[in-house]
């Protein structure tokens, strides 16, 4: 058990050019903190065999960890495994296994194997090889005199899961510090706000790492700190998650792996219950979240994306009156896609959006970010006018995650 | 005259514990590859004096051009300027008209000046000021052994008004070569297989650059070469563009912004023509993407997202005797979903997907990442067989995104 430090080396033009942002490592770099294993430096490098042997030269006499990402695929510009061999005065190893799973994957997909693909699965003989879900290139792990090195695809989604599920519980069992995390996540309230009230909760605990994590408008706490044992480990994170609820129980809604279509789906199916929704400015985004989520065919069967007028009207007979009077854009037009959802599906909650999600389309009355989100349970209908900004992705995503939220709270209001 | 490179040095705790995703470094090296200065390195290092001079070093011995960004500010964690006066043996030399500046700023703002501030109109006497017209910390200029250093805050804007307006301009007087770039994009080929294909169209060019970009199933090429004029450079891009398309034009779809959603939109909308989507596995995705691009209420109107059966036969009109018979994934209902979808809607096209998203619910016959894709229009159908893999999420981009390219070599077809 020692102290641990870390390099990140990232291989690819692509990030050199600017063209792509090295998220990777930003990532590696939170996932390797965590554990206690700090990053001192990271280093980008181009698709050449020399840059690639003089940055293990410089890491490996800085570092413990050393991860390297990038340069793992079939063509060209991959060259990583060749300089590994290089590297290390080392052979490759063809992994029968992995050869036989290539072959099937493009014969399924009616592709014809060339030889060129054989490589894919050859890796260096010094290298234990770590499962990647989402990819034909396994990660690898070389031990180098003492230190570690890990190697691993660039693809965001496979670097992800070859981090968190190989490469840190290796790491975790070799350093001194656990440190355990909880992510608390919330949506409606600016960052600033959400640290200025958090702030005196916070600050009651000593040895709290406090990390503000925005995305799609919402932002999540993330609270790390040195773990004891699972119990008590597991004791904290519900005083604290207590607690931050506590200060806005509206607008923080969940911890960990729960974010909004999760914890829907868990709701639902406690209640036994289901969904219906109808989207225009969202244009089919919040069933497409809830349907990410495995097991979602439970509670979710309905969905209407109602873009044209014409479409409220004829699949949920909203009125052309309310249309002519109030606009699509109205707590009036809303409260009737409502109700249209609720008969036309059978579904025991309906979920309704219009607005402007720009970035034209804007009146001064209603502004481009004026979305009217509404939720129904029977008789009852809950209905909000939200003011987001002139981003469209944006819009759509703090629209459909509201909906989301203010689904959560009729059902839990209703369920009580 | 001459070609020059790069390195780019990032200074700041926040980027190596990956709470902050360096985006600087990204935007800098745009600006230099679009005058042809390639960047051949980067790193991220601490606020340490040893780390700064260390990666000075490093530097200097590798590249022309060494552009260092962050650590100038009025904390202490930014050291950035004593660190350059040690490493460079030289002094500080203080600006009084950016002091009087400095003051008259606080002053409108209401806070007191103290003398801790006046380091920030000191700067290392061997560099020229830069402008920095957002914020107090000036970027510098240090010519060095015939190399250029360029030192900049690490705010972005600061970072980005610096680098246009100062470095850039004195750059481009120095350097010969610019460059251009065309992404062409692909979708159904593997990596490997695009790689074989194009390699001997790719080859008869000499100076190409070629990257291979995979996201989200689908795989840009990426073609550098060095520009000429802007007519000749257009006319390189058609050829080049022309040249790989013809090689699979059914999978070659499109360049540089004509990203599907993008093309469809396109296509539609000079062919005045609608389309309305049916969506079972996909959930609502198809229906989002195509609503993520602002002007789509011109062309679509309505989506089903059809996820039980029940709805399949509500919404859509399926028989249930072909779901009995057949399946809800399967030709059969994909077929009648596709009637359905057309006379219900009144679009002249129809796109539905029925599949087994996962990953569970797999058959022997039809395993998971089996989806029934169709187009129609009119009285022509098309329906093909797709065989994804076993991730929830990327069956749904995949199906998502071949639905989309179907729908185009329709629309193709149809109107030439």
Not at 28 to 40: A, N
Not at 105 to 119: D, I, L, V
Not at 167 to 187: A, E, M, V
Request: aromatic share 6%; charged share 20%.
């Amino acid at each position: 058990m020692k102290h641990l430090n870390a390099i990140t080396i990232s291989i690819g033009d692509e990030l050199l050019s600017g063209k792509t942002v090295d998220s990777n490592n930003a990532f590696i770099s939170k996932q390797l903190d965590l554990i206690g294993i700090p990053v001192i430096k990271k280093i980008i490098i181009g698709d050449t065999a020399q840059d690639i042997k003089d940055s293990l030269d410089w890491a490996f006499t800085q570092a413990d960890v050393i991860t390297l990402t990038g340069g793992l695929g079939p063509t060209h510009d991959d060259i990583t495994k060749s300089v590994l061999c290089d590297y290390f005065h080392v052979g490759l190893k063809l992994y029968p296994d992995l050869l036989e799973n290539l072959k099937d994957r493009f014969a399924r997909r009616g592709f014809k194997f060339s030889e060129a693909n054989t490589s894919q699965a050859e890796y260096p003989d010094n290298a234990a090889l770590l499962d990647n879900p989402f990819g034909t290139a396994q990660g690898m792990h070389i031990k180098h005199n003492g230190n570690h090195l890990f190697v691993m695809a660039g693809v965001p989604r496979e670097m992800e899961a070859v981090t968190t599920e190989q490469i840190i519980p290796i790491l975790s069992k070799l350093t001194q510090t656990s440190i355990s995390k909880i992510d608390i996540h919330s949506i409606g309230v600016p960052e600033s706000t959400l640290y200025e009230f958090s702030k005196p909760v916070l600050d009651k605990y000593s040895d709290l790492k406090i990390a503000y994590l925005p995305k799609q408008g919402m932002v999540t706490i993330r609270v790390s700190y040195p773990s004891k044992s699972p119990h008590e480990d597991q004791k904290f994170k519900d005083e604290i998650f207590g607690r931050i609820r506590n200060l806005k129980p509206k607008n923080i809604y969940g911890r960990d792996e729960e974010v909004l279509p999760v914890l829907i789906g868990k709701l639902l199916k406690k209640n036994r219950a289901t969904v219906a929704t109808a989207e225009s400015c969202t244009g089919g985004l919040v069933a497409s979240l809830i349907t990410d989520i495995s097991g979602s065919s439970e509670y979710f069967q309905t969905g209407f994306v109602t873009y044209a007028n014409e479409t409220k009207m004829s699949m949920l007979g909203v009125q052309e009156q309310t249309l002519i009077d109030h606009g699509a854009v109205s707590e009036e037009t809303v409260s009737e896609m409502l109700s249209g959802t609720l008969s036309k599906s059978g579904a025991d909650y309906a979920l309704a959006i219009s607005g402007i999600a720009g970035p034209t389309g804007g009146t001064e009355e209603k502004p481009v970010g004026t979305v009217f989100i509404g939720v129904a349970h029977s008789e009852h209908q809950n209905i909000k006018r939200f003011q987001f900004g002139t981003n469209r992705i944006l819009n759509k995503e703090m629209s459909a995650f509201s909906a989301l939220n203010l689904l959560r709270l009729l059902i839990e209001e209703t369920n009580q």
